[in-house]
């Protein structure tokens, strides 16, 4: 049995599985692109060291590289998340235009005085290409970072500024909310030929293929995405390819990713629900 967790059904087939989801990926795609997600329900948070700016020069050519600022990796790409969703590049280049100085940094997602980490005026938003290892994950390759550059005594909470510098275990959660993506399937049928080309495209983009135990039948390639409001630290979150870049993190041996806490995956369960009802629908009309 084939189960989808985008219509909470089993399948026997995957021609069974294609058929169903290429009735309803239109709303499935409407449904992604109105949801705000928090990278941390999505498995797709990252290790939030800071990056080491010596360590992040020799990745990134031709930018000045102060010892002064926090570089922390807020999103990367590549990985394919709990969402079947996977970031492209390029997905940020639009955001970082449009946001910049209006996201701040905050603590698990809650925007509050209290929980205000760093203030939008003083947090750089950049994109670059560094090396997964940078950020201590076992994956081939680059990545492609959404980073926020922030002076270190711009940060104003204290705990914060405390965890930061100590270098322990933290990661970093973008809140995000999708604006061109598209669905890919390794579907053989000529009606599914538009998405078979997205799935040969786009399959080899992924970095984590090996983290999964079973074919990647299709998933949802995003092309652009805007970053609201904010990114925070988070205990838990659900991109672990993200954070506090620092020599310790490009120096650690990467191993590979249980996934033992998995966070509760509510933004998906109520998108489900309403795509369940949208194909419903469907079978009644």
């Not at 709990?82 to 235009?97: A, P, R």
């Not at 970093?172 to 538009?194: L, T, W």
């Not at 991109?239 to 509510?266: F, Y």
């Amino acid at each position: 049995m084939i189960h989808c967790s985008e219509l909470n059904k089993d399948f026997e087939t995957k021609e069974a599985l294609f058929d169903a989801l290429r009735s309803v990926h239109k709303e499935i795609i409407t449904r992604k692109k109105e949801q705000i997600y928090k990278s941390c329900e999505k498995g797709s948070s990252l290790t939030a060291k800071p990056i080491d700016p010596l360590k992040l020069s020799d990745s990134i050519k031709n930018l000045a590289i102060d010892s002064d600022y926090y570089y922390i990796a807020v999103n990367t790409t590549k990985i394919l998340d709990s969402h079947k969703d996977l970031h492209l590049n390029g997905i940020w280049n639009k955001t970082v235009k449009e946001q910049q100085g209006k996201v701040y940094l905050v603590a698990d997602h809650k925007l509050e005085l209290d929980k205000t980490i760093a203030k939008r005026e003083y947090i750089e938003m950049f994109t670059a290409n560094i090396p997964f290892a940078l950020l201590g994950k076992p994956y081939e390759g680059d990545t492609e970072a959404l980073i926020y550059k922030i002076r270190k005594d711009k940060i104003i909470n204290k705990a914060a500024k405390e965890w930061l510098d100590s270098g322990d275990a933290i990661e970093a959660s973008v809140r995000m909310q999708y604006v061109d993506m598209m669905f890919a399937a390794n579907s053989n049928k000529e009606e599914d030929k538009q998405f078979k080309s997205n799935y040969d495209k786009y399959i080899n983009e992924i970095a984590n293929k090996e983290d999964f135990e079973d074919e990647i039948l299709y998933f949802w390639p995003i092309k652009q995405a805007k970053n609201k409001f904010e990114s925070s630290l988070v205990l838990f979150g659900s991109n672990n390819t993200t954070g506090l870049i620092t020599e310790e993190t490009a120096k650690e041996q990467p191993e590979k990713s249980t996934d033992e806490n998995q966070p509760e995956k509510s933004t998906e369960e109520k998108a489900n629900e309403i795509i369940i009802e949208v194909l419903n629908k469907l079978k009644t009309d």
